[in-house]
């Protein structure tokens, strides 16, 4: 395996060949077709053989190419189970792994980054990749003082070839399409886009790592290895075993399931709450699931483990009550105050007017989850509600057109979605009402009440000319009550 591909030319050739080679097997399968093959038979060809060319072209790339197609992998349960077989074992490879970078590369990063000495940081490294991603590649070693650690680095020229592939495949966005059928592919590349300088940022990263190793240093079910070193390009982190959550989705049991997808939707939630921060890439390779402290391993102790900070949304307040309200008063079917909240929030623009029942019916469905005490997130499930907005006959298709998302809930959007996604690969058995009581603002009564009694306080003590007289006395830098 050579370098990572760095010359445009090379790079936009390799993802130009998506769309073309799909093409290309589409004239073929009607020959086949037209040669007497069944129909059913060709697609089936047709898909895996475009499934197979996907995590080939996407996967030697890394970079944009290779965040593309993990960003696309917690998709496929949306997708009709004829077009999602193929490509589920394909997409699955790139949440867990991709062809490597040579040894001397790792070796001549380390040495730049570290120092010629590099070595003597480590009291042994594997030059074998534990994991390879769309911008770094993980290799497993012993820190100086005996810790097992994750050594991350990022491939040269990942900054570059990120941002021309992004660039690319906005251009191809029309044509891959068909790729994905049912998938609005540019809104997607153009946030991965914006994610660019942070993604390549390991001290951005170190610094989420360590507020949520911190915040979650006791905690029970969730362990987020702490940070042992970071550098440019290079980022230290202890090692955490456990077992991939792409192989809970292929092999896992009913128990570890549940116990994956419930903790899943507890660190969602819990994430933005304790530290401010939202994790916002939940593909399936950045999860483990581990046995309890002490190496329980009953369903019950199962805990999650956590990966790969390079990309958070940061929300200091924790996720915006907007959301909590407006999904409760769905719940109880306020139709006029559900509207009047996304028109404030922006979801509706000011020059357009919607019926608020027909809102209210456009949301319904996609709360199921919150609706009941314990909700099994299933592929059929996720294509049924995918099939219903995607429908151009459908009222819903219509509605959803004319609904905006404003840019301050882009990517909590894409992250509640993702999510979802694999919950429904999992097919896990969730209580969701409970994590959405105990961590999102607003979803309890009591909790907004709270909050606006605190927003009336604020104002109150605005409002207070007693204390503007305070404020003036402290701007004079006079001692306060003299």
């Known amino acids: 395996m050579s370098d990572l591909p760095r010359k445009a030319v090379t790079r936009t050739a390799k993802l130009a ?4 080679g799909f093409a290309g097997r589409a004239t073929w399968g009607l020959g086949k077709r037209i040669g007497g093959k069944s129909a059913e ?3 089936r060809e047709l898909q895996q053989r475009t499934a197979e060319q996907l995590f080939r072209v996407l996967g030697e790339l890394k970079g944009g190419a290779m965040k593309f197609g993990q960003a696309l992998s917690v998709f496929e349960s949306a997708l009709p189970e004829e077009i999602a077989g193929p490509y589920r074992a394909a997409l699955t490879k790139l949440q867990e792994a991709a062809p490597p970078m040579p040894v001397r590369t790792v070796h001549k990063v380390l040495a730049e980054r570290l120092g010629e000495d590099w070595r003597e940081l480590f009291l042994e490294f594997d030059d074998k990749p534990a994991a390879a991603a769309s911008i770094g590649q993980v290799h497993r070693a012993l820190w100086e003082d005996g ?8 491939y040269p020229g990942a900054g570059e070839a990120l941002l021309s592939d992004l660039a690319q495949l906005g251009r191809f966005a029309r044509l891959l399409g068909p790729l994905i059928p049912g998938m609005d592919i540019k809104p997607l590349i153009t946030e991965l886009r914006d994610r660019v300088a942070e993604e390549l940022d390991y001290g951005l990263e170190s610094a989420a790592q360590r507020a949520h190793a911190e915040e979650f240093a006791d905690d029970p079910d969730v362990v987020v290895p702490g940070v042992v070193h970071q550098c440019d390009q290079v980022l230290v982190t202890e090692w955490i075993d456990g077992v991939p959550l792409s192989e809970v989705i292929s092999d896992g049991t009913p128990e570890q399931r549940d116990r994956a997808g419930q903790l899943l939707a507890r660190f969602l939630f819990s994430g933005p709450a304790r530290t401010g921060l939202l994790h916002a890439d939940p593909h ?3 999860f483990r699931l581990l046995p309890g402290p002490d190496g329980e391993e009953g369903p019950e102790d199962w805990r999650l483990g956590v990966l790969d900070f390079g990309t958070v949304d940061r929300l200091p307040g924790g996720l915006p009550e907007t959301i909590g309200v407006c999904l409760r008063m769905t719940l109880e079917g306020e139709a006029d105050r559900v509207y009047e909240l996304l028109r404030g929030e922006g979801f509706v623009r000011e020059t357009i007017d919607l019926d608020p029942d027909a809102v209210l019916e456009y949301l319904v469905p996609i709360i199921e989850p919150a609706q009941v005490e314990e909700f099994t997130f299933t592929r059929e499930w996720l294509r049924g509600q995918a099939a219903r907005i995607a ?3 459908s009222p819903a298709y219509q509605l959803g057109k004319q609904l905006n998302l404003p840019p301050s809930y882009l990517l909590i959007h894409r992250v509640t979605l993702s999510t979802i996604g694999v919950l429904c690969q999992l097919n896990a058995s969730v209580r969701l009402r409970d994590e959405l009581a105990d961590w999102l ?4 009564p009591d909790q907004q009440d709270a909050h606006e009694q605190h927003k009336a306080d604020d104002r109150q003590d605005a409002d207070d000319p007693r204390d503007a007289e305070v404020r003036q006395d402290a701007d004079r830098g006079d001692p306060v009550g003299s």
């Open 41 to 43: 038979i060709v697609a």
């Open 441 to 444: 603002p607003g979803f309890l």
């Open 284 to 286: 399936p390779g950045n």
């Open 391 to 393: 429908d151009v006959r």
């Open 17 to 20: 060949a998506l769309p073309i």
């Open 147 to 154: 810790r097992e650690v994750a050594v991350k680095v990022q």
